[in-house]
């Protein structure tokens, strides 16, 4: 379960987002949508740990992860959040195999056999088994976004982190990554995904985040004050 509290985040003197509350519910399937530089991709990296918030908790499975000291919060990362960047940021270097097992690597050891099985699987699963030995500048836009994806889930998280994953990728290929994600989300795993597909919003909760807040999509053409109850603000769904 991920709670946020009364999140608030600005650069210098833009605020970006103010008073968030915000559950995600595990096994859930929650899109954020919004215009660029909304403030989404922010949203996204403070829930998982890479952006420290001005105000406001982030509770995962009841750990307040920004009281962690900087290991603790690396190693809660590792062990419980995959990431999905806006750009498939595979290392160049690397084989798609090594790749997806990196994670492994910048945890507490080596990958072993049963670690090499499991990205083989994932390989397969994700449909890109045989692309193994080959490096990511071999593989289409498409087959490095698979990649990432299997690396995302090497760790098996329970929570996958996407950030656009499918911005610059035609439409056949996107429907096959969102049916991907569906199919991970299926077996349990909770996905929160930004994303501009929303021909796909029908799958989860969606939310727009929109002059800093939060809303429910159904909600989103109203204005903030639109949302005030009895004096209170409603930020969260
Ligand atoms: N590291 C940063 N330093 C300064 N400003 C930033 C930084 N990251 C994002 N911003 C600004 O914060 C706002 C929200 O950005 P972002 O979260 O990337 O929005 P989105 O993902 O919705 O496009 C934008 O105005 C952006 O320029
Ligand atoms: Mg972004």
Known sequence: ?????????????????????????????????????????????????LTRPDAGRVLIDDTDIWQL??????A?????????????SLIPTLSVLDNVLLPIAFGDKSPNLEDLKFATSLLEMVGISGKDGQYPAQLS???????????????????????????DLDEKTEAEIMDLFQ???????????????LDYAKIGKTYTLKDSHLFPYEDSEASPRDLTRGGELRHDA
């Open 1 to 49: 379960m991920i709670q946020v509290e009364a999140l608030s985040k600005d650069y210098k003197s833009v605020r970006v987002l103010q008073g968030i509350n915000w559950a995600i519910e595990d096994g859930a399937f929650v899109i954020v949508t919004g215009r660029s530089g909304g403030g989404k991709t922010t949203l996204l990296s403070i829930v998982g740990g």
């Open 69 to 74: 000291s900087e290991p603790d919060l690396a």
């Open 76 to 88: 809660l990362r590792n062990e419980k959040l995959g990431f999905v960047f806006q750009f498939p």
């Open 183 to 197: 199919s991970i989300n299926g077996q349990g795993t909770t996905i929160v995904m930004v994303t501009h597909a």
């Open 141 to 167: 836009g498409g087959q490095q976004r698979r990649a990432a994806i299997a690396r995302a889930m090497i760790k098996r998280p329970a929570i996958i982190l996407a950030d656009e994953p499918t911005g």
